[in-house]
């Protein structure tokens, strides 16, 4: 069963970034798809962002677009979330996936493993 980690939330002010990472423990990382979800508190988990397997992909969520950036390292195991000009209604545990089919994804049923999420807080 693969594990993943995330790791990079924080304590941040509107305006700043910070970047996620989820480092998986398979070595078949490369076959699968990954993706970013996050959740706010008294809100349904939603989707952020996602990433083909050989990263030629990626999806976006409308409100993040244009200020996130997913990326994977596939030598290191590991997909990335960049996320600049951070507001506060980012604020969310942010969770990262990872989906067998190794097509980029919006739907989180696909996805067959989470990780524990990393909180992400903006002050404004």
């Known amino acids: 069963q693969v594990q993943l980690v995330e790791s990079g939330g924080g304590l941040v002010q509107a305006g700043d970034s910070l970047r996620l990472s989820c480092a998986a423990s398979?070595?078949?990382?490369?076959?699968?798809?990954m993706g970013w979800f996050r959740q706010a508190p008294g809100k349904e988990r939603e989707f952020v962002a996602a990433i083909s397997r050989a990263g030629g992909t990626t999806i976006y969520a409308d409100a993040v677009k244009g200020r996130f950036t997913i990326s994977r390292d596939n030598a290191k195991n590991t997909v990335y979330l960049q996320m600049n000009s951070l507001k506060p209604e980012d604020t969310a545990v942010y969770y990262c996936a990872l989906d067998q089919d190794g097509l980029a994804s919006r739907v989180q049923y696909q996805y067959d493993t989470w990780g524990q999420g990393t909180q992400v807080t903006v002050s404004s």
């Open positions: 398979r070595r078949t990382f490369s076959n699968y798809a």
